[in-house]
């Protein structure tokens, strides 16, 4: 599985951005696919995940302002940031589970300031 992110960039507090990822390989079978993020000095930080079915769970931290979608035709999925933070900043990694294995895309930043 190989997944390519897009979308990362700057923005002012309270902008939005959408990140995007699209997955390509042995694409078949995966259950679940999400976002994480990371700053440097600090572990990686779960965002969202959506399962094939549709089921959504997201991180307290961003809980009410992103938004993740999956496109299972385009084998894409999408994460909607709105009302960004300062301490939004980081680095953000799609990630696919497949047969219980992880895979990762390699990083886009985002950085959010005045």
């Known amino acids: 599985v190989q997944l390519q992110a897009s979308g990362g960039g700057s923005v002012q507090p309270g902008g939005s951005l959408r990140l995007s990822c699209a997955a390509s390989?042995?694409?078949?079978?995966?259950?679940?696919t999400g976002w994480y993020r990371q700053v440097p000095g600090k572990q990686r930080e779960f965002l969202a995940g959506?399962?094939?079915?549709?089921?959504?769970n997201y991180a307290d931290s961003v809980k009410g302002r992103f938004t993740i979608s999956r496109d299972n035709i385009r084998n894409t999925v999408s994460l909607q940031m709105n009302n960004l933070r300062p301490e939004d900043t980081a680095v953000y990694y799609c990630?696919?589970?497949?047969?219980?294995?992880?895979?990762w895309g390699k990083g886009t930043l985002v950085t959010v300031s005045s």
């Open positions: 990630n696919a589970v497949r047969y219980g294995r992880h895979y």
């Open positions: 390989g042995s694409i078949l079978s995966i259950h679940t």
């Open positions: 959506i399962t094939d079915g549709g089921y959504t």
